[in-house]
């Protein structure tokens, strides 16, 4: 079992930035691929970012220049800067672990841009 708890949403003007944090329960070395995953209201969960074991990223086309996921095996950590956030980027924001056959998700962290 792993767990992942998400942190470091909140509040922001537009044009604003805030960095998501995802810390894994145990090492994300062997996993397959880590991503985020956003949820607004009244609409489906749609994939942010992903990034896999070997480095590779991979964007929405929405927040591409403007979003960069990364992660630290050190830290069992995955991380998402956000940049130049736009209104339409507010959502529940949920990270995302593949290990092996198994998919985790976190609780999620709340992102609120305002205009």
């Known amino acids: 079992q792993v767990q992942l708890v998400e942190s470091g949403g909140g509040l922001v003007q537009a044009g604003g930035s805030l960095r998501l944090s995802c810390a894994a329960s145990?090492?994300?070395?062997?996993?397959?691929?880590m991503g985020w995953y956003r949820q607004a209201p009244g609409k489906q969960r749609e994939l942010v970012a992903q990034?896999?074991?070997?480095?590779?990223?991979n964007y929405a086309d929405s927040v591409k220049g403007r979003f960069t996921i990364s992660r630290d095996n050190a830290k069992n950590t995955v991380y998402l800067q956000m940049n130049s956030l736009k209104p339409e980027d507010t959502a529940a924001y949920y990270c995302?672990?593949?290990?092996?056959?198994?998919?985790?998700w976190g609780q999620g962290t709340q992102v609120t841009v305002s205009s």
């Open positions: 145990r090492s994300i070395f062997n996993f397959n691929a």
């Open positions: 995302k672990a593949d290990l092996g056959y198994n998919t985790y």
């Open positions: 990034i896999s074991n070997g480095g590779f990223t």
